[in-house]
C-alpha cells in the first residue's frame, strides 16, 4: 500500500482496508465469543457469578480468577458494544506503535489493575457489587495511547494529546453520571495502562511510523 493512498483514509477505511493488528482483534474477538456463549445460557447475576463474574468476597476467599475472567464477561449486548467500539478503534493505534506483546501487556495488566481499584474501593465503603465487563481494560488502552502521546510531545500520526485526554475525561465523567458503572475499575484500568506503557515503552524502540503503512506492518 502506497504511503499517500494510506494518509488519505479514513479511521474506518483504515481499520477496514489497512494492514490488521491482530492481537486487539484476537481481544474483541475473544469477548464477543465469550458473550455469544454466555448469552446463550443466561446472563442474570447468578449466572455470571458462575462464569467468573468479579465478586470481592469470593475473590477475597480465594477465588483470585474472577480478577481475569471477568475482563471478558457482559451483562448485556448494549454493554459489549461499547467496549467494542472503543477497543477496535483505539486498541488498533495503540498496537500500532507497541506491538502484540507490548499491546497485550497493557490491556491484561490494565485490566487486572481496573479490577483491584474496584476490589480496593469496595472494601473502603462496604458496599459489594457483581461486577463484569472490558472497560477497565479498554481505559487502559486510552491511558496507553496517553502515555505515548506523552512521550511524542503531544501528537502520535494523527492523534492529539488533547483529543484523547478530552475524550478520557469525557468517558469518566459520564460513568459518573449514569448508573450501575464501575468508576473504580475505569479509573484503575486508565492508570495502570498509563503506567504500563511508559514502562514497556520507548521511543527508541519502533521508528516513527515505521511500519505503519507498509503492507506487512500493523496498523493505521
Not at 493488528?21 to 464477543?32: E, P, T, V
Not at 467496549?83 to 506483546?101: C, P, Q, S, T
Not at 492508570?191 to 520507548?202: D, E, K, M, S, V
Request: proline share 1%; with cysteine; aromatic share 12%.
Amino acid at each position: 500500500m502506497r504511503r499517500e493512498d494510506y494518509q488519505n483514509m479514513d479511521m474506518v477505511e483504515r481499520l477496514i482496508y489497512g494492514p490488521k493488528h491482530w492481537a486487539n482483534l484476537g481481544m474483541a474477538a475473544a469477548n464477543i465469543l465469550v458473550f455469544a456463549v454466555t448469552a446463550y445460557f443466561g446472563l442474570d447475576t447468578a449466572r455470571m457469578l458462575e462464569y467468573g463474574a468479579a465478586f470481592t468476597p469470593y475473590i477475597l476467599e480465594g477465588e483470585y480468577y474472577r480478577l481475569f475472567t471477568s475482563m471478558f464477561l457482559h451483562f448485556n449486548l448494549q454493554h459489549l458494544v461499547s467496549n467494542m467500539i472503543m477497543l477496535v478503534f483505539l486498541g488498533d493505534y495503540l498496537e500500532r506503535f507497541v506491538g502484540k506483546a507490548r499491546y497485550l501487556a497493557i490491556y491484561l495488566i490494565g485490566g487486572l489493575g481496573g479490577n483491584l481499584l474496584s476490589m480496593a474501593w469496595e472494601l473502603r465503603t462496604g458496599e459489594m457489587a457483581v461486577s463484569a465487563g472490558a472497560s477497565g481494560a479498554v481505559f487502559a488502552v486510552v491511558g496507553g495511547i496517553l502515555a505515548l502521546l506523552i512521550v511524542h510531545r503531544g501528537k502520535l500520526a494523527d492523534l492529539t494529546l488533547r483529543r484523547v485526554a478530552l475524550m478520557a475525561i469525557l468517558s469518566v465523567a459520564y460513568g459518573f453520571s449514569s448508573y450501575g458503572i464501575n468508576n473504580a475499575a475505569h479509573i484503575g484500568g486508565l492508570i495502570a495502562g498509563f503506567l504500563t506503557a511508559l514502562l514497556l515503552y520507548r521511543r527508541g524502540s519502533r521508528r516513527y511510523g515505521e511500519n505503519c503503512v507498509s503492507e506487512r506492518g500493523a496498523g493505521w
